[in-house]
């Protein structure tokens, strides 16, 4: 195995997540550039099979040809892609990946390699997406990132995705993955963000709580 203090961690899991145009898997990307360099450090791409998009590296020198795509109902299968080779394995769009995915990463992690992984933090009703906070409570390092709100004269930094369907924003009850194509997604900030049926907070009572600890 290689081990680099600065380029190859060995059992380091560093996590890039953000909404949807926060350049996540460029940062992922970006990341493993530099092992090109060093003798003897392979990496992996991995990906979920729902996700086949390759817009977003398909010029670049880690070009999308050298992606793997796994069954995202069946994570354990990535662990038959890693060979020794691998120090480094990136695994992007990991909000896909479904029940057993934390524990192939633990079995990674314990095989000493050094695992990046991107994906959407949150879902387009603004919550937690798929293992996404089991990933980041167990990250060494966390690399969070935002975009720039879309909505109307806005441009405040953006931390949510929003979907949007025939131009008006999804309903809360809508289905939980629906790929490009189907829908329009951009990056909007919290106050931009809508998503009509959304249970809803007493304001009333917040209100309440808030007087009552001013006093």
Not at 47 to 56: E, V
């Amino acid at each position: 195995m290689v081990i680099n203090g600065d380029f190859i961690k060995p059992g380091n899991l560093e996590v890039f997540p953000g909404c949807m145009f926060s350049f996540k898997t460029r940062r992922l990307v970006d990341r493993v550039r530099p092992l090109q360099h060093i003798p003897g450090a392979g990496y992996l791409f991995v990906r979920p099979r729902i996700d086949t998009r390759t817009a977003d590296v398909r010029n670049d020198p880690l070009d999308y040809s050298s992606w793997e795509f796994v069954d995202q109902d069946n994570p354990e299968k990535l662990l038959g892609l890693i060979q020794p080779i691998h120090s480094y394995v990136s695994i992007d769009e990991a909000h896909f990946f479904g029940k057993g995915f934390i524990r192939v990463l633990e079995r990674l992690l314990l095989d000493g390699k050094n695992v990046g992984i991107a994906g959407l933090d949150l879902d387009f009703r603004g919550e937690p997406f798929g293992p996404m906070p089991e990933i980041l409570c167990m990250a060494n390092e966390v690399y969070k990132g935002s975009a720039v709100c879309k909505y109307t004269s806005c441009g405040a930094p953006a931390t949510r995705t929003q979907r949007l369907i025939n131009g008006k924003p999804a309903h809360y009850d809508s289905p939980l993955v629906v790929i490009e194509g189907e829908a329009h997604y951009e990056p909007r900030c919290l106050r931009h963000h809508e998503v009509p049926g959304k249970p809803k907070i007493d304001e009333d009572y917040l209100e309440v709580l808030f007087q009552q600890n001013r006093n």
